[in-house]
């Protein structure tokens, strides 16, 4: 409420789906979820803004149907839910892979969400698929994210290595996709992880398009949201 007095808006990043739903529900102005536990909406704006703009379609959102993103590595976070979710939406195919188990399989409600979007008209899917190849090959987009977001050390993080090593980005792993196919990761990244220094910094990668869509994203959501156009 003190908030609301104070400013037009409110972005917050979050650790969990219900503190930005407390925040929204004694506020008077809009809140921006920025991240939290279960999700990253303003991230896949600018995702969906930089696919649109290498699929030569920006500003015509309907020309992302029928394209096909690769998600691979840890697929048990919020940017893998979200882009499930955004994909379906967008009318895109969404394959994910990584590695079975607890502590990495993606939660069931979200599989459940994203199966319900799939039922409306224009509607993408999401699936997980077994392997990396299976999830890559002829796809346009092929996205990675940092398997330690969490701080992980110690015998945790080399026993997460070795399980999602398999799930490395490498040139090899991009030759599975279209030939046109670009590489995507919301940074930070660590060459040598999640992909190799050969793909993120290769010509096809888009990770800076990507960082620099965060700002003009998210501008305009703001322009839109102050002045009630939403």
């Known amino acids: 409420a ?20 407390g925040l929204a529900a004694n506020s008077t102005i809009p809140v921006v979820n920025a991240l939290d536990d279960y999700a990253h909406p303003m991230q896949m704006l600018a995702d969906l803004q930089v696919m649109l703009e290498h699929s030569g379609a920006a500003g015509d959102g309907e020309k992302l149907a029928g394209a096909t993103l690769a998600f691979v590595g840890d697929i048990q976070n919020n940017v893998t839910y979200d882009l499930m979710r955004a994909g379906t939406i ?26 319900s979007l799939a039922t409306a008209a224009g509607a993408g899917k999401a699936q997980v698929v077994d392997t990396a190849e299976e999830a890559v090959k002829g796809a346009d987009f092929v996205y990675a994210d940092s398997w330690m977001s969490y701080g992980i050390q110690g ?4 026993a997460r290595l070795n399980a999602l090593m398999p ?18 990761n919301c940074l ?13 910094d290769g010509p096809r990668s888009i990770v800076f ?7 003009h ?9 102050i002045n009630r156009q939403l």
Do not use: H
């Open 188 to 200: 930070p990244a660590m060459r040598g992880e999640e992909q190799t220094a050969e793909v993120i």
């Open 167 to 184: 799930y490395q980005v490498t040139a090899g792993l991009m030759g599975q996709a279209k030939g046109s196919a670009k590489f995507m």
């Open 209 to 215: 398009d990507q960082a620099e869509n965060r700002l």
């Open 90 to 115: 967008m009318g895109m195919t969404v394959k994910v892979s990584g590695p079975k188990g607890p502590g990495f399989a993606p939660e069931a409600s979200v599989l459940e969400e994203c199966a």
């Open 155 to 158: 015998a945790e993080r080399e």
């Open 2 to 21: 003190v908030l609301s007095r104070m400013s037009d808006a409110v972005t917050a990043r979050v650790k969990s789906r219900e503190q930005i739903a």
């Open 217 to 225: 994203a998210q501008k305009a959501l703001l322009v839109k949201l």
